[in-house]
């Protein structure tokens, strides 16, 4: 992920020439040194992810490309332009109540945590006098 569309592309054309192992190597190492996003540090790598997970545009374009490919155009979101490549897919897969009820038990603590900060929150706006 890249602020500006020009940089999107300049780095799509250093790309494009390459495949497989190459392809992987070089796409790495372009994240590392020139992604303004949280995964460039880990070379671009987003993990996997299911669809719908992530933002429209980008979503909508990650489950069209084929495994060991880039995009041949940045995908501009509300984040910046990014250069995709899909290193693998995975089938869908049904998850267990044992392996999700960890996530969701955590998720349904933070949205209570967010629910009672918010009260107060609002109970302490009441009170203040601002001038």
């Known amino acids: 992920?890249?602020?500006?569309?020009?940089e999107a592309k300049k780095i799509i054309n250093e790309l494009k020439h390459l495949s497989?192992?190459?392809?992987?190597?070089?796409?790495?190492?372009l994240a590392k040194s020139k992604s303004t996003g949280p995964s460039g540090p880990k070379g671009g790598d987003l993990g996997?992810?299911?669809?719908?997970?992530?933002v429209p545009a980008f979503n909508d374009k990650v489950f069209s490309m084929k495994v060991g490919s880039i995009?041949?155009?940045?995908?501009?979101?509300?984040?910046?332009?990014?250069?995709?490549?899909?290193?693998?897919?995975?089938d869908?897969?049904?998850?267990?109540?044992?392996?999700?009820?960890?996530?969701?038990?955590?998720r349904l603590k933070?949205?209570?945590?967010?629910?009672?900060m918010q009260e107060k929150m609002a109970a302490l706006q009441k009170k203040a006098t601002i001038k």
Request: charged share 30%; hydrophobic share 35%; proline share 3%.
């Open 92 to 106: 869908a897969a049904t998850r267990s109540f044992q392996d999700v009820k960890p996530a969701i038990e955590q």
């Open 20 to 29: 497989g192992q190459k392809l992987k190597e070089k796409f790495q190492e």
């Open 71 to 90: 995009t041949t155009e940045p995908v501009k979101t509300q984040f910046g332009y990014h250069v995709i490549y899909l290193e693998e897919k995975k």
């Open 1 to 6: 992920m890249v602020k500006e569309e020009a």
């Open 110 to 116: 933070m949205e209570k945590f967010k629910s009672v």
């Open 48 to 54: 996997f992810f299911a669809q719908g997970q992530m």
